[in-house]
């Protein structure tokens, strides 16, 4: 199987996220901030022609994933979005003409280089294209109440790192489900046209999926620092997605020894990670 088109696709659609992300957070730091779950942020946020350039970045990313999922595994789409926080990280920059600090940059070297390590280590295969419903219906059962306890929790502390992790892991879930989702709703969509696509459940489950990790994402931003959302987030969205993509998608990834250069990747992600969030938040 070609890997080619996929990463190529995912790489482009993180590239747009991480516009996005760096557009969204601008326009929710100008709105009234809130201690509890508002509905109303997004009507204030539109508003804002920031947030609406957000939402066009979005909807770019989300072209850009749906044609990565419908020629590669979810294992191996899914994880390269952890790019989009270095990604973010050097769009801001130059938004800011602001240099980034050389441990950011080392930061940003453990990702791109652990991911690398990882992904080649693991050999994500497997292009599975219909789970049927009974498959389906335990996973999301087990998603829906960790997102709501995890919601139920952020908002019951008040602002600051766990209130902010809690919303991230959250917003984490609802996208891995929105890709789990969308990947057999673009492949009813190849092979059963727009009529099959509108019909199919699992077309509104991923835009339901798509709008919860949204407006969670905007209370995630206003609930605390960055350094406490973000790996939440980016971390979250990675391993839900593996476990969706081997679990549901019944997708391959090497094990054995093989083990060990994939433990190393995730733990350089991991570093990486936690250093570039805790690098943005010192510098916001």
């Known amino acids: 199987m070609s890997v080619v088109l996929p990463v190529l696709f995912a790489v482009c659609a993180a590239f747009s ?61 899914q994880p390269l979005f952890v790019l ?3 990604l973010a990280l050097l769009i801001a920059s130059l938004m800011t003409r602001e240099r980034l600090p050389t441990a950011q940059w080392g930061a940003v070297a453990a990702v791109v280089v652990g991911l ?56 984490a879930i609802c996208y891995a489900l929105t890709a789990g989702l969308m990947k057999t709703s673009m492949h009813i969509l190849d092979d059963g046209g727009l009529p099959a696509f509108l019909t199919a459940w699992q077309t509104y489950a991923f835009c339901a999926a798509g ?4 407006l969670l994402l905007e209370h995630a931003m206003q609930g605390g620092p960055l350094v406490a959302s973000q790996p939440a987030l980016t971390l979250g969205d990675a391993t839900v997605s593996l476990m969706l993509g081997i679990l549901i998608y019944e997708e391959d990834v090497r094990v054995g020894w093989w083990l060990v250069p994939e433990f190393l990747g995730v733990g350089l992600i991991v570093v990486g990670v936690f250093a570039l969030a805790q690098g943005e938040e010192s510098s916001t």
Do not use: Y
């Open 116 to 171: 690398g390590v990882a992904l080649m280590a693991a050999s994500p295969d497997g292009n599975r294209t219909h789970v049927a419903l009974d498959r389906w219906i335990p996973a999301l059962v087990v998603a829906a109440a960790a997102v709501v306890a995890l919601t139920v929790a952020g908002l019951r502390r008040p602002a600051g790192r766990a209130r902010a992790g809690c919303l991230g892991a959250a917003t």
């Open 17 to 77: 996220n991480a516009l996005a992300t760096v557009l969204q957070r601008r326009a929710a730091l100008t709105v009234r901030q809130t201690d509890s779950f508002r509905p109303g942020l997004i009507l204030d946020l539109l508003k804002r022609p920031l947030w609406l350039a957000g939402i066009l970045a979005v909807i770019v990313a989300g072209v850009g994933q749906a044609a990565a999922l419908a020629t590669g595994p979810l294992s191996l789409v």
């Open 84 to 86: 989009e926080l270095p």
């Open 211 to 214: 709008i919860a990790a949204l």
